[in-house]
Each structure stands twice: as structure tokens, then as C-alpha cells.
């Protein structure tokens, strides 16, 4: 019975069909994409009430822990693309949170700093963030969220070493055991 299903899946991948891991990959990375979306919109309804949308709460966090930054020293700690951050900068800065200022010891470098206003939403943005992952968890174990995010740093580290491999660069992806934090935001 065994060698009959073996040879079924044999044949249907080579005729292209997902069988097996190949389709619990594909129903993995729907997973993904769909709680993140579902996480981007709960954190929304929670940012809202603040005048604040998914995404600039990153911003807003990264400039209270780090304190002022370029631009471009933004984009890459956050994984964003420069007009993408440019976008953000620029409407957080006409709704007062954010202003840009010349450098002190650089006066060609353009510094992205919190306003006294911008420092007052951080305790909401970070309220909103922790209520968010509250709802996601909900009825989740401590060791089932140990594995996920296990796994989920797994699926990070290997979707990034793709993207290295595919700049001319050698990466190896992670096995069982192997997971690290990597920094990156999901």
C-alpha cells in the first residue's frame, strides 16, 4: 500500500502537482500571509484611535529607542524601502509627531527625531501592539508559543538566505534546532 501511494506521489509530482510537504508549504505560507494581514488589521483598529496606522508604530519606536536617525539608517533598521519611509516621515511630520532636523555633528545629514508630542504616543503604541498580540495568542500555551516562534525565526532565516542567495551570496537556511532570533520584523 506504502510503495502504490509513494509512486502516486511520484508521478504526480513530476507532473506538477503538489503532494505531501510541497502542500502543507503552500497552506503554511497562506497561514502566513493571512495572520499577517489579520494582525495588521487589529493593530490598525488599535493605532487608529490614535491617529496612527500599522507601521508607523515601528518608526515611532525605533526613533524612542534610538533616538534620532537618517533616514536611511531608519529604512534599514526597519526593512523598508527609502519612498516607503519617506511617505511615513512625512505624515507623521505634518501631524506634529516627528520633525526632520539638521545634524549637529553633520550639517549636510537630515535627522528624523520624536517631537514632545511624538514621545507622548509611545505608551499608546505600545499599549496597542501588546493588546494586539494579547487577541493573536489567546488560547495559545507558553510552549506552543515557544515553538512558533521557533518556527517562525526558522521560516525567517530561510526566506532571508533566499534572498541573499539570489544576490550572488551563499546562505544556508536552518534545520530543526538551529533558530535564532534574527532582528528582522515579520
Given at each position: 500500500?506504502?510503495?502504490?501511494?509513494?509512486?502516486?506521489?511520484?508521478?504526480?509530482?513530476?507532473?506538477?502537482?503538489?503532494?505531501?510537504?510541497?502542500?502543507?508549504?503552500?497552506?503554511?505560507?497562506?497561514?502566513?500571509?493571512?495572520?499577517?494581514?489579520?494582525?495588521?488589521?487589529?493593530?490598525?483598529?488599535?493605532?487608529?484611535?490614535?491617529?496612527?496606522?500599522?507601521?508607523?508604530?515601528?518608526?515611532?519606536?525605533?526613533?524612542?529607542?534610538?533616538?534620532?536617525?537618517?533616514?536611511?539608517?531608519?529604512?534599514?533598521?526597519l526593512g523598508v524601502r527609502a519612498p516607503t519611509l519617506t511617505r511615513s516621515i512625512t505624515r507623521l511630520a505634518?501631524?506634529?509627531?516627528?520633525?526632520?532636523?539638521?545634524?549637529?555633528?553633520?550639517?549636510?545629514?537630515?535627522?528624523?527625531?520624536?517631537?514632545?508630542?511624538?514621545?507622548?504616543?509611545?505608551?499608546?503604541?505600545?499599549?496597542?501592539?501588546?493588546?494586539?498580540?494579547?487577541?493573536?495568542?489567546?488560547?495559545?500555551?507558553?510552549?506552543?508559543?515557544?515553538?512558533?516562534?521557533?518556527?517562525?525565526?526558522?521560516?525567517?532565516?530561510?526566506?532571508?538566505?533566499?534572498?541573499?542567495?539570489?544576490?550572488?551570496?551563499?546562505?544556508?537556511?536552518?534545520?530543526?534546532?538551529?533558530?535564532?532570533?534574527?532582528?528582522?520584523?515579520?
Open positions: 500500500m506504502k510503495k502504490n501511494r509513494k509512486r502516486g506521489e511520484k508521478k504526480a509530482a513530476t507532473a506538477g502537482i503538489n503532494t505531501g510537504r510541497d502542500a502543507r508549504a503552500g497552506a503554511v505560507l497562506a497561514a502566513i500571509a493571512q495572520v499577517a494581514r489579520s494582525s495588521r488589521t487589529t493593530l490598525n483598529q488599535c493605532l487608529s484611535a490614535h491617529g496612527l496606522y500599522a507601521g508607523q508604530d515601528q518608526l515611532m519606536l525605533a526613533l524612542a529607542q534610538k533616538g534620532s536617525q537618517t533616514a536611511g539608517a531608519l529604512a534599514q533598521m505634518a501631524q506634529g509627531l516627528v520633525r526632520r532636523a539638521v545634524s549637529p555633528e553633520d550639517g549636510r545629514l537630515t535627522l528624523i527625531e520624536l517631537t514632545e508630542q511624538g514621545k507622548g504616543k509611545i505608551s499608546a503604541i505600545e499599549a496597542a501592539q501588546k493588546e494586539t498580540a494579547a487577541l493573536a495568542l489567546t488560547g495559545l500555551k507558553n510552549k506552543d508559543i515557544r515553538r512558533l516562534l521557533d518556527s517562525l525565526a526558522v521560516i525567517d532565516m530561510n526566506l532571508a538566505g533566499a534572498s541573499i542567495r539570489s544576490e550572488g551570496q551563499e546562505a544556508e537556511p536552518k534545520v530543526d534546532g538551529e533558530a535564532e532570533k534574527t532582528g528582522r520584523a515579520p
